[in-house]
């Protein structure tokens, strides 16, 4: 049976087709590394967003906890529920199924026990439709990325700044600053790739900390204000088109999406009141009788 044609006016659906581009995969990713094409990312929180981004050729995204700020409106990441995360997960990776979907761990999905963390990082997979699941991790997690890599979760570990931890350090803090930091950011960089991760991305470094860890491993490394060495580079979609009211220093925006929205809901506002909008009567007619 045919599908009725779309109710009213617009686009039908064949007038924007989809990309016939192969799927991504984390063998493509690694190969992009070894080859040095840069791997552009964003972070994305929508089916219908990710469908343009990846209309315009961005085929891998991170479904990342700044959800939490950007989308329920907190002032950190770390009020990102699970089943939230798993939910915004399979809606991006149903806007864009061919793409690379990274889901974000949100905090205390992957803390408390690695048991609890596996299980979750299984939902991701699973019920989130991701292909890698990042999480925030230090020395400590070394063991869990091991016994996710067991579990063949892939896994993309995040190291630098730590976003999730703001509540323990007060504001962020730049990581690589001195060479021991730097030293020691590259062992952990090391020791997680040996344990089985599969990428790793590090926020908020110094360039030479990030070309320490790009230099001492083999793993795509993603950077997210991370200087220029890193295989990737990921900011916040809201950040890079302009939506937010604070600008991270390392992002700058690629439109004045804020603004523009603000000018769109003005014209709407005029619109409505003036009852100019469906002036016509409107696109729907009556049937003559019979």
Request: proline share 8%; charged share 25%; net charge neutral.
């Amino acid at each position: 049976m045919t599908p009725p044609p779309p109710a009213g006016p617009g686009p039908a659906p064949h007038e924007h087709p989809m990309p016939d581009r192969p799927a991504v995969s984390m063998r493509d990713l690694k190969r992009r590394a070894r080859e040095n094409k840069k791997i552009p990312v964003l972070t994305c929180y929508d089916a219908t967003t990710a469908r343009w981004l990846y209309r315009g050729g961005l085929d891998v995204m991170l479904v990342g906890d700044t959800a939490g700020h950007v989308v329920l409106g907190f002032d950190d990441t770390v009020h990102a529920p699970l089943d939230f995360m798993l939910t915004l997960t399979a809606a991006v990776k149903r806007g864009a199924p061919k793409a690379f979907i990274m889901g974000d761990m949100p905090f205390m999905s992957y803390h408390a026990d690695d048991a609890d963390a596996t299980r979750n990082a299984g939902r991701f997979i699973t019920e989130g439709r991701a292909d890698a699941v990042k999480i925030e991790v230090d020395e400590r997690f070394v063991g869990l990325v091991d016994k996710l890599d067991r579990a063949s979760i892939p896994v993309v570990a995040h190291i630098g700044w730590r976003p999730q931890r703001t509540a323990t350090t007060g504001v962020p803090v730049v990581a690589g600053r001195t060479a021991d930091k730097i030293k020691a950011m590259v062992q952990l960089a090391k020791r997680l790739e040996d344990a089985g991760a599969s990428m790793l991305l590090i926020e908020q470094s110094t360039a030479e900390a990030a070309q320490a860890v790009v230099d001492a491993t083999s793993v795509p490394v993603i950077g997210c204000g991370a200087g220029p060495a890193c295989h990737g580079q990921v900011v916040v979609l809201h950040d890079w088109l302009g939506l937010t009211d604070w600008q991270p220093s390392f992002v700058k925006p690629a439109a004045h999406g804020g603004q523009t929205l603000s000018d769109m809901a003005k014209r709407w506002v005029q619109r409505v009141e003036e009852g100019k909008h469906l002036s016509d009567g409107g696109p729907y007619k009556m049937q003559p009788k019979g």
